[in-house]
């Protein structure tokens, strides 16, 4: 992922609204908030981190500058 430069975050920036779908389950439609406070987006990066490992993040993420929060409330 490529951080602010990357498609899906250009498209939450014009487009917040999503839908989440799990197959045989409801679907769930809501708003998107880009994080891009460095301190809360460090945050996020530690727990992918703590979850999927340092070298996993560091494989995946070359830019680490924004998040998004979506709100499952």
Do not use: C, F
Not at 8 to 19: D, E, R
Not at 35 to 64: M, Q
Request: charged residues 25%.
């Amino acid at each position: 992922m490529q951080g602010s430069n990357s498609e899906w975050y250009k498209n939450i920036l014009k487009q917040p609204t999503i839908t989440l779908a799990v197959k045989g389950a409801a679907k769930w439609t809501g708003k998107t908030a880009p994080i891009t406070d460095p301190a809360k987006v460090h945050g996020v990066v530690e727990r992918l981190r703590t979850k999927y490992g340092a070298g996993e993040v560091k494989k995946y993420y070359t830019t680490l500058d924004v998040a998004v929060k979506v709100p499952l409330k």
